[in-house]
């Protein structure tokens, strides 16, 4: 684990899935239905997920991220072979009520005590963040929620990050954002940001330009990252 003092943040933004929410959570909730096939499921239905919000940026065809997970989830539930009446829906109303990982509330609770602005930047449809952060009790954490909606294309397009700059009227080196997904951390990068990569799934580094400014292995870390110094005896972090 690589971890780097950032100077001079204003805000922490963070992507959603993968990074503040398990997207694993919801096949995993519904394999008493799928059986032993849940954990290929959702490595399937996340790849292709991923693969059609690329696909859709390079051919200028956009669709908004619900309809992008839906197709991805018909994609993935016919190659392997799975035809349940109602799971389809019921693994969509799963993903809009994901669970978050373990450390996610608590660091960011003590981001906000320590006066960090906090805000999500996601592929993510208003309606489906909405959902998934009421879902974990985060509706008063966030200074602000961000959707790709708001621009009409997905990451890693550069207008996605500029997107936060302008919305919090912040300079990008203002910013830590921080992603699970490595190509979004390195593209963020690339757009001026700081940025520390979540690595949660012990991946290799890209071959991409640009490098994040640090890695660590879940958000527990961030703190560190940001506030070297704990008010003593009281388990807070400062934001000097």
Known sequence: MNITHLDG???CVFDAYGTLFDFNSAALAA?????DNWQRLSELWRQKQLQYTWLRGLAGRHADFWQVTGD?????LNTLGIDRPGLRERLMDLYLHLGCYPEVPETLRRLQAAGMRLAIL???TPA????????NGLENIFDAVLSVEDVGVFKPHPAVYALACERL?????AICFLSSNAWDAY???AGGLQVLWCNR???APERIPETPDGEIKDLSALPAALFPLPLAGEGRWVNR
């Open 201 to 203: 799934f012990g991946q």
């Open 9 to 11: 943040i204003k805000a």
């Open 169 to 173: 009227q912040l300079a990008p080196t």
């Open 122 to 124: 996601s592929n993510g």
């Open 187 to 189: 593209s963020a990068k």
């Open 31 to 35: 394999s008493d239905e799928i059986g």
């Open 128 to 135: 489906m963040l909405a959902a998934v952060v009421c879902h």
């Open 72 to 76: 991805a989830l018909d994609f993935s």
